[in-house]
């Protein structure tokens, strides 16, 4: 008899040919999640499995943020030609559960000589025979004693729920605009989760903003990469962009324009990156910048998709997943971020594209992207 942990995928099991591919995908993230933790984790049978820890407790806290697994099942396995050893084992999984009880079996090697309901019945009855505290419910019971005969056999009753979702890399690269705000880090967790590799770049004003800003940023980076692995960030110089706007363009516009420079940015990063799309934590109505007609001005110059994942979430529901996913209270850490500074009285909330591109003229648009560009920091996260 061995302990270890059986790893259920999510969706992966609707992936017909390409399933494999999936299935070592998610082996590899698992590995890499346990790293350090003495565990091996292997696949047979369709099934990853996980053993030879010491700290399971610890394991199992890794298992679950990682993207694509469904839950994690403590069980036991043992070999399953000798059925009194079956029955010895359920018995002691069971022996200090109290309430009701059903055998849930399921054979997926078809050559063992007892069919499942067989199964359910036989460990049902040495289960009712030496756990006077617990009787059977077929229909809703308190507990289900799963047993799965593969090439050994299995036996668990926790199931663990886990994060979900698809393991990351199966579903190409975004960049993710990183501000030190709640929406945004919990904007790329949403689309890590659905398999999304990511790299990031986050514009910082110094000396508006400060070493504890991009420290925070940093920390954020970070407690993201707990989800969705190593990942590139992209510091980009955005002061003289900022100044230019601010002396060059009419009042109302520059908040606008200034989204559309992070935009452009964002683009010429993620296109050297490989990462065919962008990804913000805007949100439909957040702020002024955030309407309708601001976002169609600040998407009309990105040469890739926008992804916004939280645009129609309110913030109260943003706020409860950045707690769950641990960022939230960096993210209220209260260092200013480039947003705030230059901001202007009035912005424009219906702005229109023509007027938007004609504030722009007194500018070298061109230059000033080069120029952001080219003094980049690249932190490996
Ligand atoms: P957040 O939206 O992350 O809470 P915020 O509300 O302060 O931060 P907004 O002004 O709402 O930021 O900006 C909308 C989006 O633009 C952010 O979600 C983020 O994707 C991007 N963004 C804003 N500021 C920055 C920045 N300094 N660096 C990178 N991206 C930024
Ligand atoms: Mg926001």
Known sequence: MEKLLLVKYSEIFLKGLNRPWFLNLLLTRIREAVKGLEAKAWLSDSRVYVSGYTDEAAVIEKLVKVFGVHSVCPAIEMEKDDFSLLEKEAVSLMKDIKGTFKVNARRSDKNYPLESPAINARIGAAILKQCPDLSVDVKNPDHILNVEIRKKAYMYVKV??????????????????????????????????????????????????GERSKEKVLTLAKQLRNYCGAFKLYIVPFTNIQMEIHQHCPDEYTTLIMRRF??????????????TALITGESI????????????????????????????FDKEHIIKIAKEIDTYETSCLPYEDCCTVFTPRHPVTKPKLEKAELAEKGLDVETLIQEAVNNVDVIEI
């Open 285 to 312: 109505g957040q702020v002024a910048s955030q309407t309708m007609e601001a976002l169609a001005c600040t998407d009309a110059v990105a040469q890739r998709p926008v992804f916004r994942p939280l645009i129609g």
């Open 262 to 275: 992070m935009m452009r940015i964002a683009d010429r990063i993620a296109e050297k990156d490989g990462a």
């Open 160 to 209: 663990i729920p886990a994060v979900g979702g698809m393991p990351v890399g199966s579903n190409g690269k975004a960049c993710l605009l990183l501000s030190g705000g709640i929406d945004s880090p919990v904007a790329g967790y949403m689309l890590a989760r659905r398999g999304v590799s990511l790299c990031a770049v986050h514009y910082y004003s110094f000396p508006y903003t």
